[in-house]
């Protein structure tokens, strides 16, 4: 009789392992394999791998098949910093490294999120994206923008475009608003839009302003940023703000208009008053011109700031009808960014008026922002929680965001408060219908 050779019996016995024991969970209830790229371990990510391929020789079949919320192995070890183990699966098993989680990251995000510059160079070095953004539009400049300036450099050598839009704006709001003045000077050098206007958000100078970021307001205004363009002009944004009177100077300088006022009537020179703010009114003093104002003279004018703000007290009401007319006007034309500025404006008045919420909310949704759409809901829920209204607002939100579950919890909560409603229960079987249909999906993959 021939003898089995023992290299053959040890391969046979690699193949097909006798009664093989299951692999236990991490510790945190976690998928083994992805505790371990998280912990950094490769000796015992790779015995993982062995034991839960049974010997199939399908390794990264194994790996692919280990997500939590749409998130793999290499997105954990991105995330930790674990290049050894990004390398393994980048150049040993040929893991796709523009995998995407369920919000739509790849681990390149991942990584620069955590700011993990290395393992971020390492991935686009091996074939990452470096324009590929998430669900949300964020890309990875926008989360290189707001802490490292060579790994901007880099993804602008890679050849990404320098203003991808998401809903914090582009990468230069993304510098503006954490006051990076280096990283600004980069993007605008390779032509980023600094006149660019996002809704909710407005012009990266008026973010510059309110960071506040006096390098940055510069830089802006140097690259050509319109100084009387926004929602609010910049200068008035700059006169509301304590300690930005170099802001100011800036601005007049390059040619701000000093006598443009707010939606409320009140110049410049009278909000720099009103803040408290002295050396800002003897700023505007020279170049403004208000004729109601007798006593023409820095005091006179902080004392008449005084009395318009004790008068307008009692003007609230009216100016609060008076931005819900315009903001009706705006809906009619289907100018739903500017009916939410005017709704904005209504709320510096009363912040207790559940309705302005309410109509805010549904120009957030008329936009395509449904982040800002379910914090007015909830707010004008949690204000008024017996209101229909407030829980439809919040059910359009959420199915704006495809949270279905959620959705359908909310339209039902509004039909027991309004059970004739039709709107309503239409509402509630559409929401139904999509969670149906997006378990049955599920289920399928």
């Known amino acids: 009789m021939a003898r089995r050779h023992p290299a053959a019996t040890s391969a046979k016995r690699r193949a097909a392992p006798p009664n093989p024991s299951p692999t236990p969970p991490a510790a945190d209830g976690s998928h083994p394999l992805l505790h371990a790229a998280r912990r950094g371990d490769l000796r015992l990510f790779k015995r993982l791998v062995r034991d839960l391929d049974k010997g199939r020789g399908r390794h990264r079949e194994v790996v692919d098949a280990a997500k939590e919320e ?72 926008h989360h290189a923008a707001t802490a490292d300036r060579k790994m901007v450099e880099l993804l602008l050598a890679k050849g990404v475009s320098v203003d991808p839009v998401c809903v914090d704006g582009t990468p230069l709001y993304a510098a503006a608003i954490e006051g990076h003045d280096e990283i600004m000077q980069i993007l605008l050098e390779n032509n980023a839009d600094c006149n660019k206007k996002i809704p909710g958000i407005d012009t990266p100078l008026l973010v510059a302003i309110t960071a506040p970021s006096v390098k940055c307001v510069k830089l802006l205004v140097e690259a050509g940023a319109d100084v009387n363009d926004g929602i609010l002009a910049p200068l008035v944004v700059a006169a509301e703000m304590k300690g930005s009177t170099a802001c100011l100077k800036l601005l007049l300088e390059a040619g701000a208009d000093p006598n443009v006022p707010d939606p409320s009537g009140r110049f410049p020179i009278e909000l720099a008053a009103q803040r408290g703010t002295r050396e800002g009114v003897e700023i505007l003093f020279p170049v403004t011109c208000i004729p109601t104002v007798h006593d023409w003279s820095v005091d006179g004018i902080i004392q008449h700031a005084r009395v318009s703000r004790k008068q307008g007290a009692h003007s609230n009401v009216r100016t609060i009808e008076q931005f819900k007319l315009l903001g009706v006007e705006s809906l009619k034309r289907n100018d739903y960014f500017t009916a939410a500025t005017l709704y904005s404006a209504a709320m510096e008045y009363d912040r207790h008026d559940a309705t302005l919420l309410s109509d805010r909310s549904f120009c957030w949704l008329c936009l395509g922002d449904g982040h800002e759409a379910l914090q007015d809901a909830l707010a004008c829920r949690e204000m008024r929680p017996g209101w229909p209204n407030a829980c439809y607002r919040q059910g359009e939100a959420l199915m704006l965001l495809k949270d279905y579950g959620g959705a359908c919890d909310a339209f039902l909560d509004a039909a027991k408060l309004d059970p004739g409603s039709p709107e309503i229960e239409s509402a509630l079987w559409k929401a139904m219908n999509s969670l149906k249909t997006s378990c049955g999906a599920t289920q399928a993959v």
Do not use: N, Q, W
């Open 70 to 141: 749409g998130l793999g192995a290499l997105h954990f070890a991105a995330g930790k910093g674990r290049l050894r183990v990004c390398r393994y699966l980048v150049e040993g098993l040929g893991v796709d490294v523009d995998a995407v989680d369920d919000a739509g990251r790849t681990p390149l995000l991942v990584a620069l999120l955590r700011g993990i510059m290395d393992t971020a160079s390492y991935l686009l070095d091996h074939g990452a994206d470096p324009g590929k953004a998430d669900d949300e539009g964020f890309a990875p400049l």
